[in-house]
T-cell receptor
Framework: EAQVTQNPRYLITVTGKKLTVTCSQN?????MSWYRQDPGLGLRQIYY???????DKGDVPEGYKVSRKEKRNFPLILESPSPNQTSLYFC?????????????FGQGTRLTVV | KNQVEQSPQSLIILEGKNCTLQCNYTVSPFSNLRWYKQDTGRGPVSLTI?????NTKSNGRYTATLDADTKQSSLHITASQLSDSASYICVVSERLTGGGNKLTFGTGTQLKVEL
């Protein structure tokens, strides 16, 4: 089954403790991205990657890092999480970034930083 | 600044009734407009994608319209079902000069279908 898999689904952590949220897709997609979703706001892009070893900042990259060493994986790293990073995070992938390519989203990771 | 605004913010309808959700955008240059359905606690799932030249697109009981001149779109749901209860998100794609597209998301319309 074609899918985007995120882990963990739920995470509670303390301020300053490094964490990684994994994202994997099995559709051989080139384009992957991370979003955060907060109440009253639309999804906002954190980082994106157009291919292996090619990553770039989205609209809200502060406090986050990503890597793309393999095509299928695109982990999101919070080196020193803070309470304002409490949010619902989504990973998405698509065949490319062209106009009509459909984006597939993971199930989401709900992160709470205390 | 590119923006996507949706209305209403929330809506309650009875099962079997129709409803229409609205989306206005200021994204430019326009590439395409997408409607997504997001169930509570789940990731968004694509319903329709429309390019500049398309003014209507259907996916089962969902019909999206696009007026690129007025920068407005609507999503019409026919004969609603309880399973239609979800957030419906309008997403507009901006064509980037270097190639590729950037998505701007609306905040969604929360639809609840009741018996």
């Amino acid at each position: 089954e074609a899918q985007v898999t995120q882990n963990p689904r739920y995470l509670i952590t303390v301020t300053g403790k490094k964490l990684t949220v994994t994202c994997s897709q099995n559709m051989n997609h080139e384009y992957m991205s991370w979003y955060r979703q907060d109440p009253g706001l639309g999804l906002r892009q954190i980082y994106y990657s157009m291919n292996v070893e090619v990553t770039d900042k989205g609209d809200v990259p502060e406090g986050y890092k990503v890597s793309r060493k393999e095509k299928r994986n695109f982990p999101l790293i919070l080196e020193s999480p803070s309470p304002n990073q409490t949010s619902l995070y989504f990973c998405a992938s698509s065949l490319g970034s062209a106009a009509s390519t459909e984006a597939f989203f993971g199930q989401g990771t709900r992160l709470t930083v205390v | 600044k590119n923006q996507v605004e949706q209305s209403p913010q929330s809506l309650i309808i009875l099962e079997g009734k129709n409803c229409t959700l609205q989306c206005n955008y200021t994204v430019s240059p326009f590439s395409n407009l997408r409607w997504y359905k997001q169930d509570t606690g789940r990731g968004p799932v694509s319903l329709t994608i429309m390019t500049f030249s398309e003014n209507t697109k259907s996916n089962g009981r969902y019909t999206a319209t696009l007026d690129a001149d007025t920068k407005q779109s609507s999503l019409h749901i026919t004969a609603s079902q309880l399973s239609d209860s979800a957030s419906y998100i309008c997403v507009v794609s901006e064509r980037l000069t270097g190639g590729g597209n950037k998505l701007t998301f609306g905040t969604g319309t929360q639809l609840k279908v009741e018996l």
